[in-house]
């Protein structure tokens, strides 16, 4: 089992520019969360779904970040008309099922700079 | 609200004695506490979890809950121990996970 995927590891944006983040789960996992770790700070929640279905979005910012599982395919973090504030990792994990004592499984994440 | 707490940004020791990363949270219901580690070029895993009550690589951790603390420890660290440390939570019925800012140890020969 390869684990979680994310591509790309590196993305450089320019202000303004649009960013898409994605994420494989690992092989049978159909749980999705995304994390942002922002410069010396500790990883922070952003979403969770499952395929087709966002959960809990209550950490992604009101704007320009939206989030998707399809049915098919990676799960997508896009990041419209990015500020350098968005610069930051981003980390996908995955798990079986949901719920509180699942463990939850971490990609390498995507580096994102906007310049 | 959740929140997590490692006072140490940096902790240095040398190869063989005991070392402990602090962890502090602030709950107020019954929470789960986890250590991952993010090695060198490596992703974050999970190190261990409070309730499964593991020795994990000789790291242990208990849950304090009169002192909300959930310290791992070492009794003789191993240079290859060398890592980034969180400590996170998860409360309630809830799958979002609380990290702490990190402890990066240094295990020095």
């Given amino acids: ?115 | 609200a959740q929140r997590v707490t490692q006072p140490e940004k940096l902790l240095s020791v040398f190869k063989g004695a005991p070392v402990e990363l602090k962890c502090n949270y602030s709950y107020s219901g019954s929470p789960e506490l986890f250590w991952y580690v993010q090695y060198s070029r490596q992703r974050l895993q999970l190190l261990l979890r409070h309730i499964s009550r593991e020795s994990i690589k000789g790291f242990t951790a208990d849950l304090n809950k009169g002192e909300t603390s959930f310290h791992l420890k070492k009794p003789f660290a191993q240079e290859e121990d060398s890592a980034m440390y969180y400590c996170a939570l998860s409360g309630g019925s809830n799958y979002k996970l609380t990290f702490g800012k990190g402890t990066l140890l240094t295990v020095n020969p």
Avoid at chain 1, 12 to 40: D, F, I, N, T
Avoid at chain 1, 63 to 92: H, M, N, T, W
């Fill in chain 1, 1 to 115: 089992n390869a684990g979680v995927m994310q591509n790309p590891r590196h993305l450089v944006r320019r202000r303004g520019q649009e960013a898409r983040l994605r994420c494989s789960p690992m092989k049978g996992h159909s749980h999705v969360y995304w994390y942002r770790q922002l410069p010396e700070e500790g990883l922070k929640f952003m979403v969770y779904l499952q395929k087709e279905n966002i959960i809990d979005e209550s950490g992604m910012p009101k704007e320009r970040f939206s989030a998707e599982f399809p049915k098919e395919g990676p799960s997508i973090l896009r990041i419209q008309q990015v500020v350098r504030g968005d610069s930051a990792a981003y980390f996908c994990a995955s798990s079986p099922t949901g719920g509180m004592g699942y463990e939850q499984y971490f990609g390498p994440g995507t580096r994102l700079t906007v310049t």
